[in-house]
C-alpha cells in the first residue's frame, strides 16, 4: 500500500508553466509505473503522463513537447512540468502509482488556466 500527496496546482495564465510535485509515503523505486492522469468537470479521467520503473516515459498525444515527467527515486516524487499552459489544460490532477495489481491515487490538485 502507499499514500500519495500530490502539490504544486495553482491559478496562471496562458502560456504560464506549473510543476506539480507527487510525493509517495514509501520508495517509488520498484512501482510498475508512476503517472499523472487529470480529470476536468463533466469529463472523464485521462491520461497525462506516465513513467515506468525502468525510466520509459509515455504521454498522451496533445501533452507532447509541453509536458514532461520525471522521477526522483532518492525523495520517493515524481514531477510534471507543464509549460505553455493553455485554458484545455484546467482540471484536477491526479498522482497514480501501480503496485502489482492494484493502481493507487492521491487526493488530486487543481490547475487552472485563464485566458
Known amino acids: 500500500q502507499v499514500q500519495l500527496v500530490e502539490s504544486g496546482g495553482d491559478l496562471v495564465q496562458t502560456g504560464g508553466s506549473l510543476r506539480l510535485s507527487c510525493t509517495a509515503s514509501?520508495?517509488?523505486?520498484?512501482?510498475?509505473?508512476m503517472g499523472w492522469y487529470r480529470q476536468a468537470p463533466g469529463k472523464q479521467r485521462e491520461l497525462v503522463a506516465e513513467?515506468?520503473?525502468?525510466?520509459?516515459?509515455n504521454y498522451a498525444d496533445s501533452m507532447k513537447g509541453r509536458f514532461t515527467i520525471s522521477r526522483d527515486n532518492a525523495k520517493n516524487t515524481v514531477y510534471l512540468q507543464m509549460n505553455t499552459l493553455k485554458p484545455e489544460d484546467t482540471a484536477v490532477y491526479y498522482c497514480?502509482?501501480?503496485?502489482?495489481?492494484?493502481?493507487?491515487w492521491g487526493q488530486g490538485t487543481q490547475v487552472t488556466v485563464s485566458s
Open positions: 497514480s502509482a501501480q503496485i502489482g495489481l492494484t493502481r493507487y
Open positions: 514509501r520508495t517509488i523505486f520498484s512501482m510498475n509505473n
Open positions: 513513467i515506468y520503473s525502468y525510466g520509459t516515459t
